[in-house]
């Protein structure tokens, strides 16, 4: 079947630092792959993607690669900001039907 | 990008009350849309898929007849929670997709959420 397993949070980093936030999937056939960011009270804001195996999602200094050999789709940016903390959601869309499978979201807080 | 609405973004209501929950797309036609329910600390469970014109496809162990959905129009889809009682209070979430943007299929524009709390 298929699913979205994302590190757990809260993570907590002081503003320029290094983010990394961890997601793997299981998946039948070849699945497209997003990264959505929820800020409080709003609803979920695409973020980055990526359709097939080495391809790399980028958007506002976010960054993800598809790698198909470890079935991952980690969240990386090198120097955050305040204005990033919000619940980040992986998520996979199965290359057949509409479905959507979100991992349960990892909460960041950036403080100055 | 494609705006989705919601309306009310909070309801508190009585246990056996029905309540109805507005999902619109503002500036795209939406001939799918998407209902999603999110626990707290939770990720979202897709309840239904929202067909204009057709009945909804229910996900396994969601109860149609407890969460009525119609989509009346291609700007529009409603859930109704019949007969709500405290265990439905969540977030529901709603998306649609906008099938004339380039790669439209393949992404989902959500709404801000209605926060129901059933006392």
């Known amino acids: 079947g298929n699913s979205v397993t994302q590190m757990e949070g809260p993570v907590t980093l002081s503003e320029e630092a290094f983010l990394t936030i961890n997601c793997t999937y299981t998946?039948?056939?070849?699945?497209?792959l997003f990264w959505y960011v929820q800020y409080p009270g709003e609803g979920l804001q695409l973020l980055l993607k990526?359709?097939?195996?080495?391809d790399k999602g980028s958007n506002k200094g976010f960054e993800a690669t598809y790698r198909k050999e470890t079935t991952s789709f980690h969240l990386e940016k090198g120097s955050v900001q305040v204005s990033d903390s919000a619940v980040y959601f992986c998520?996979?869309?199965?290359?057949?039907?509409?479905?959507?499978?979100f991992g349960t979201g990892t909460s960041l807080t950036v403080i100055p | 990008g494609a705006v989705v609405s919601q309306h009310p973004s909070r309801v508190i209501c009585k246990s056996g009350t029905s309540v109805k929950i507005e999902c619109r797309s503002l500036?795209?036609?939406?001939?799918?849309m998407f209902w999603y329910r999110q626990f707290p600390k939770q990720s979202l469970m897709l309840m239904a898929t929202?067909?204009?014109?057709?009945?909804?496809?229910?996900e396994q162990g969601v109860e149609k007849d407890k969460f009525l959905i119609n989509h009346a129009s291609l700007t529009l889809s409603t859930l109704t929670v019949t007969s709500a009682h405290p265990e439905d209070s969540s977030f529901y979430i709603c998306?649609?997709?906008?099938?004339?943007?380039?790669?439209?299929?393949?992404?989902?524009?959500f709404g801000p959420g209605t926060r129901l709390t059933v006392l």
């Open positions: 929202s067909n204009e014109g057709s009945k909804a496809t229910y």
């Open positions: 998946a039948t056939g070849y699945p497209s």
């Open positions: 500036d795209f036609q939406a001939t799918t």
């Open positions: 998520a996979l869309r199965a290359n057949t039907g509409n479905q959507f499978y």
């Open positions: 990526a359709t097939k195996a080495d």
């Open positions: 998306s649609a997709r906008d099938p004339g943007l380039a790669g439209g299929d393949n992404e989902q524009f």
